[in-house]
């Protein structure tokens, strides 16, 4: 797997947001900073990824640029999949993306699914919907989801705190 080796980690937020730089983007960025100090080591990184800029040629097979971002996404020590969460499950644009691999075309990779929604009616999205997909991809998927309500942003710092306790020690 990409992430057991001694490499520098790179920590990828993927934020399946049809809405670029809103809250699930700071989501999913305050996700991976906290994993890149997790993993420590000299030289990790972070890097955002807005599929929102690559969502019109998403469904234009063969697209070079799709294949060019899918490929630097599998290449990844850790991706935190961010997205917000649309009619209680994540978005077409995540699912859009995600199509344009084959079978386990993950494998070799960390996910962490990771959902903003404005209802609490939702928050096992994450978990119910969002993992089983990541998954099916062959990605391996060791913590809990995390799952933040739109009305936390607030404390989010204390929400991505406590949800990085949980997740010391397993994610390598
Ligand atoms: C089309 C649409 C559908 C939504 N459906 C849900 C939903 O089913 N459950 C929920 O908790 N929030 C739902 N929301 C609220 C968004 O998940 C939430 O406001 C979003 O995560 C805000 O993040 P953003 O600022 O990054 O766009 C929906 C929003 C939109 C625009």
Request: contains cysteine; proline residues 6%.
């Given at each position: 797997m990409?992430?057991?080796s001694?490499?520098?980690?790179?920590v990828?937020?993927?934020?399946?947001?049809?809405?670029p730089?809103?809250?699930?983007?700071i989501?999913?960025?305050?996700?991976?900073?906290?994993?890149?100090d997790?993993?420590g080591?000299?030289?990790g990184?972070?890097?955002?990824?807005e599929l929102?800029?690559?969502?019109?040629?998403l469904?234009e097979?063969?697209?070079?640029?799709?294949?060019?971002l899918?490929?630097?996404?599998a290449?990844?020590?850790?991706?935190?999949?961010?997205c917000?969460?649309?009619?209680?499950t994540?978005?077409?644009l995540?699912?859009?993306?995600l199509?344009?691999?084959?079978n386990?075309?993950?494998?070799?990779?960390?996910?962490?699914?990771?959902?903003?929604?404005?209802?609490p009616?939702h928050?096992?999205?994450?978990?119910?919907?969002?993992?089983?997909?990541?998954?099916e991809?062959?990605?391996?998927v060791?913590?809990?989801?995390?799952?933040?309500?739109?009305?936390?942003?607030d404390?989010?710092?204390?929400?991505?705190?406590?949800?990085?306790?949980g997740?010391?020690?397993?994610?390598?």
């Amino acid at each position: 797997m990409s992430g057991a080796s001694s490499a520098p980690p790179m920590v990828r937020a993927v934020i399946g947001n049809p809405n670029p730089g809103g809250r699930t983007t700071i989501v999913g960025e305050a996700v991976a900073a906290a994993i890149v100090d997790m993993l420590g080591g000299a030289g990790g990184a972070t890097e955002t990824i807005e599929l929102a800029h690559i969502g019109p040629h998403l469904f234009e097979w063969g697209n070079e640029d799709v294949k060019a971002l899918t490929d630097r996404v599998a290449s990844s020590t850790v991706n935190v999949f961010a997205c917000p969460t649309y009619k209680a499950t994540y978005t077409g644009l995540l699912k859009a993306f995600l199509d344009n691999y084959g079978n386990d075309g993950l494998a070799g990779t960390i996910a962490v699914p990771v959902m903003v929604g404005g209802t609490p009616r939702h928050a096992l999205a994450p978990e119910v919907h969002l993992r089983p997909l990541l998954v099916e991809l062959g990605a391996s998927v060791p913590t809990r989801g995390l799952y933040v309500l739109d009305s936390e942003m607030d404390g989010l710092a204390a929400a991505v705190e406590s949800w990085a306790r949980g997740a010391e020690g397993q994610l390598g």
